[in-house]
């Protein structure tokens, strides 16, 4: 992205310019970001998980089966397979040194073919590379297992390579990491595959050192035992072709790598040792149980900070997560465009591979929708040739560093509302400008801004509540603008586009973080069955009875967090009032309770629960009636012990948990217009029973 200057001016005069726009922080043109043109590594990992529907079937069975999962992979975009050949010192081929693996066949002699020659074949008709992947030390994982490799006579004359350590309850064996003879057999292992077989690459996943195993090894010995093998496997490699790529796939967290012997560090910045490093960042943009925290992005650029170019750098990522309730990671659960979004940064980044785990959960139900993004990620990747870049101003740090299509700006750990914002699209390659107006503290929509101009105030602490994002002139032929916005309290608003707005009005909520991103005109759909903006109105108010707190002073109105989160403190009595309203009808509630069950239905300010009996509420219904039924919808969510927040409930719908002794922590509620779309549903379900 080149730039070109055509002013002339005195130089005195710039230097002026330039000074005071610095310091007064009111211009500053983006930066460029220079992507490669193609994401040169799309894989997928086929584990010996996936292989149920290759196990026991004839040549002509596994031909047909593998062709199958071959050209699904190529057509969805891919152009890599990384296939398990030893998971627990076995093979999926005919191996001088290690017995069939169990996984592929159930003779000990073989199916009567060569399933890795077969699979290599097929691969490459289907124009897919192939790399072999290896698990170097693991034998077994059970006590089973163990003894069933025991009884094998495998283990024989390898007694000294082989260490027996519990985990948990489970007798397991692994081979020695320290053992010569043990590195010896595993390099013999990956030559048998490289000198027999026309593979692409040499793949190791992330097992290294077990430190249960080992718990008199110090941190120096293991990386040094783990080094030796590292280096000794690119060696083999490199003598025998150096076309031949060999890679790692490390746990993500490098601090975690190093202690248990993989010195990923040394390994990406040093030659002599891997081809490229594929770490597995596991963890979405949502993390914790609020989703305040961004993980993914926090990981990539840790690894980033030590990356310097000495060997490829891929990610691995977490399909098989999409779609799933993930303990302490909503984002799985909440969102569909993680791995979209995922895809973005490491472009924006630099990061030209990644690898999805993975076979089973590419046409998944649960995954279905990640992994369309993905392959609408692939089909748009060299199609998007304009930069929208923003910054947004947040209480307590001021500007952000600049971010760029779709990814997050600001939303860390501690929530801090926006003030202001700013918006271009760099050096557009036709004519247009990218205009956005923001709502200000419940009064006011601004004017329209365009080039990089502030909207908002950065020196008031006035919140930002909505915006608007627009394009104009042939840029707005071109593209549409797609964006959403986190509202304090509330999550994820639903995407909108071309002008319409997000956040919230009347409600007094600052946004929190915001996402944007140019897409390429009419490819995508926007379905709104959940609100942009919310309009909610105040016309009730609740108050709470909180363990060791009793009541507290506040009066909670529309979007407060009603209760705590995050102090493992039970919700015992809350009261309800109308206000705000001379329309006829009550607010009804009743609460489930520890030990006593559903109690009576109470209205208009009345105590549902109990006090000073140490009792959890459970469950909730709230409903509306008369007058204020037919003119408004009442929403509500619950917090839960050890689930976060589920789901919204609506009109005396059950929120909470029934049969499963989990205390409701805190509690939401929003009234909207009759009709109006309701708050985006940032986890599911809004009732979970012990059946």
Not at 38 to 61: C, F, G, P, Q
Request: charged fraction near 20%; aromatic fraction near 12%; include cysteine.
């Amino acid at each position: 992205m080149k730039k070109q200057l055509r002013i002339r001016i005195a130089v005195p005069i710039m230097i002026l310019f330039i000074l005071t726009m610095v310091f007064n922080n009111t211009y500053y043109k983006p930066i460029a970001v220079y992507a490669d043109s193609t994401m040169e590594k799309r894989a997928v990992w086929i584990s010996y998980l996936d292989y149920s529907e290759l196990k026991d079937k004839n040549i002509d069975e596994f031909r047909a089966n593998f062709s199958n999962m071959c050209n699904s992979i190529a057509l969805d975009g891919m152009n890599t397979i990384i296939v398990q050949v030893r998971a627990f010192a076995d093979s999926i081929y005919p191996s001088a040194y290690y017995p069939w693996s169990k996984y592929i066949t159930s003779s000990s002699t073989g199916p009567g073919y060569d399933p890795l020659r077969v699979m290599i074949e097929i691969a490459h008709q289907n124009g897919l590379k192939f790399e072999a992947w290896f698990n170097p030390y693991r034998v077994s994982t059970t006590t089973a297992k163990t003894v069933e490799v025991k009884q094998s006579g495998w283990v024989n004359g390898k007694e000294d390579m082989l260490t027996e350590y519990l985990s948990g309850d489970e007798a397991c064996l692994i081979l020695n990491p320290a053992s010569q003879r043990a590195i010896d057999l595993i390099t013999v292992g990956v030559k048998e595959v490289l000198y027999n077989y026309d593979v692409d690459g040499i793949h190791f996943d992330d097992y290294f050192y077990k430190r249960e195993a080992y718990p008199e090894s110090t941190k120096e010995e293991r990386i040094a035992n783990v080094d030796r093998l590292v280096s000794n496997v690119y060696a083999t490699i490199k003598s025998y072709n150096p076309n031949v790529i060999f890679g790692i796939s490390p746990n993500g967290d490098i601090a975690g790598c190093i202690n248990n012997g993989a010195d990923v560090i040394k390994w990406m910045t040093t030659k002599g040792y891997v081809d490229y490093i594929m770490p597995q960042i596991y963890w979405s943009n949502n993390y914790g149980n609020d989703g305040s925290i961004q993980k993914f992005s926090t990981v990539l650029n840790e690894w980033k900070s030590y990356y310097n170019g000495s060997t490829k750098l891929y990610v691995g990522l977490a399909l098989y997560k999409c779609g799933q309730n993930v303990s302490g990671d909503i984002g799985w659960s909440t969102r569909s465009d993680n791995l979209y979004e995922q895809l973005t940064e490491l472009k924006l980044n630099n990061v030209s591979g990644f690898a999805l785990f993975r076979y089973a959960h590419l046409h998944d139900d649960s995954s279905k929708a990640e992994f369309n993004n993905v392959k609408t990620f692939l089909n748009d990747y060299n199609h998007i040739s304009d930069t929208l870049f923003y910054q947004v101003y947040t209480t307590g740090s001021g500007w952000t560093k600049q971010i760029t299509n779709g990814n997050t700006a600001t939303l860390g750990e501690n929530s801090k509302k926006i003030e202001a914002l700013r918006l271009a699209v760099d050096n557009p390659t036709v004519s247009g400008d990218v205009e956005y107006s923001v709502y200000m503290n419940n009064t006011r929509w601004t004017e329209w801004y365009k080039n990089y101009a502030i909207a908002g105030e950065n020196d008031n602490s006035r919140r930002i509540e909505a915006v608007k994002i627009r394009l104009t002139g042939e840029l707005s032929n071109k593209y549409d603008v797609i964006y959403r916005t986190y509202v304090r309290n509330i999550g994820w608003t639903e995407w909108t586009s071309n002008g319409e707005p997000s956040g919230s009005t009347e409600m007094a909520k600052s946004i929190d973080a915001i996402q944007a991103k140019l897409v390429n005109k009419n490819e995508i759909a926007i379905q709104k069955n959940t609100a942009s903006v919310l309009n909610a109105v105040n016309i009730i108010n609740m108050k709470a009875h909180v363990q060791n707190y009793g009541w507290k002073n506040d009066t909670y109105l529309c979007g407060d967090n009603v209760g705590t989160v995050g102090e493992s403190r039970r919700l015992e009595t809350v009261k309800i009032n109308k206000v705000n309203t001379t329309l006829a009808g009550s607010i009804k509630y009743r609460v489930h309770v520890q030990n006593i069950g559903w109690m009576d239905w109470k209205k208009d300010g009345e105590e549902a629960g109990t006090t000073g009996k140490s009792l959890r509420i459970e469950a909730m219904q709230i409903q509306l009636t008369s007058e204020l039924s037919d003119k408004y919808d009442v929403y509500y969510r619950v917090h839960v012990q050890n689930k976060g927040w589920l789901g919204w409930a609506k009109n005396g719908e059950i929120a909470g948990t029934t049969g499963m002794s989990l205390r409701v922590e805190a509690v939401q509620f929003i009234c909207l217009e009759k009709g109006a779309k309701p708050p985006v549903n940032i986890a599911a379900p809004s009732i979970l029973t012990s059946n």
